[in-house]
């Protein structure tokens, strides 16, 4: 029940005891001045004139709760419901990548600490890792944040050889989504790999040579990751920002068979 609602409920119960104490007066009333013959008539007349009354100011209550608010109630009440609008804030996407140990509520501690530091976590990525788990964050910072901040924010809870860099928008494509898309586009065009490739690993560089001609092998050395093929063509990505993890070692293989399985199709 609101405030109002219960105003007017207890208006209506002072009416209606006023009511019974008013019939109990005028009993009295006709009792002292001999007027017991009368005395129906005296509450019947009293109890329409009460009645009337309350009527009258039931109606006038009425109206007055559904009267527009004057003009400086409604300011205020805009000026409470109105939130601040700060037209210089803007915010920068980062990708935030930790090796942390892989132990019940290490997660939860790292997020809190994302978040004490005022970032807003749109995504994460769990990564296996020979000595943990390495944790990969999608957030949302302000344009202040600098990776130096967001790095020590993480340390300082057990993050391990962490690293942080700026990102855009189109981050927030979810990874499996995002491989999809890249494999259907490599169906689509085999000669596309190179550029697959680097978008699938976000490598800063591409380097295609040739070797060997032996089995198709992949391997990583922190932030180098090399996938030869079996006509001998070698791929060396290379991310100096963020090393390469066993997962990434791991699509970049099934990425190249992907690639066998297309030729072999488009050559039939």
């Known amino acids: 029940m609101t405030s109002r609602n219960s105003t007017r409920h207890h208006r209506h119960l002072v009416e209606l005891a006023s009511l019974l104490a008013t019939a109990g007066l005028a009993d009295a009333f006709a009792d002292v001045f001999g007027l017991?013959?009368?005395?129906?008539?005296?509450?019947?007349?009293?109890?329409?004139?009460?009645?009337?009354?309350?009527?009258?100011?039931?109606?006038?209550?009425?109206?007055?709760?559904?009267?527009?608010p004057a003009e400086s109630a409604m300011a205020a009440e805009s000026a409470k419901t109105a939130e601040p609008?700060?037209?210089?804030?803007?915010?920068?996407?980062?990708?935030?990548?930790?090796?942390?140990?892989?132990?019940?509520?290490?997660?939860?501690?790292?997020?809190?600490?994302?978040?004490?530091?005022?970032?807003?976590?749109?995504?994460?990525?769990?990564?296996?890792?020979?000595?943990?788990?390495?944790?990969?964050?999608?957030?949302?910072?302000?344009?202040?944040?600098?990776?130096?901040?967001?790095?020590?924010a993480v340390n300082a809870v057990?993050?391990?050889?962490?690293?942080?860099?700026?990102?855009?928008?189109?981050?927030?494509?979810?990874?499996?989504?995002?491989?999809?898309?890249?494999?259907n586009r490599l169906v689509r065009d085999p000669g596309a790999f190179p550029t697959v490739f680097t978008e699938l690993l976000d490598a800063s560089g591409l380097t295609i040579g040739a070797g060997e001609t032996d089995a198709p092998d992949a391997w990583t050395d922190g932030t180098t990751l090399t996938l030869r093929h079996a006509d001998g063509t070698t791929y060396i990505a290379t991310r100096p920002t963020m090393p390469f993890t066993a997962t990434e070692l791991s699509r970049a293989r099934m990425l190249l068979e992907l690639l066998d399985t297309t030729s072999a199709t488009l050559e039939v």
């Open 36 to 68: 017991r013959q009368h005395g129906s008539a005296a509450l019947i007349g009293l109890g329409v004139a009460l009645i009337a009354g309350t009527v009258g100011h039931h109606i006038w209550l009425r109206r007055t709760d559904h009267a527009p």
């Open 85 to 152: 609008i700060d037209e210089e804030s803007t915010s920068v996407f980062w990708r935030v990548r930790a090796e942390i140990d892989n132990t019940p509520g290490r997660l939860a501690v790292l997020a809190g600490a994302l978040a004490a530091a005022g970032a807003n976590i749109h995504a994460l990525e769990v990564h296996p890792a020979p000595s943990g788990v390495v944790d990969e964050f999608l957030i949302e910072a302000s344009e202040d944040e600098s990776a130096e901040r967001i790095c020590a």
């Open 158 to 183: 057990g993050g391990r050889f962490t690293h942080a860099v700026p990102t855009s928008v189109l981050a927030l494509l979810d990874a499996p989504t995002r491989a999809l898309e890249l494999a």
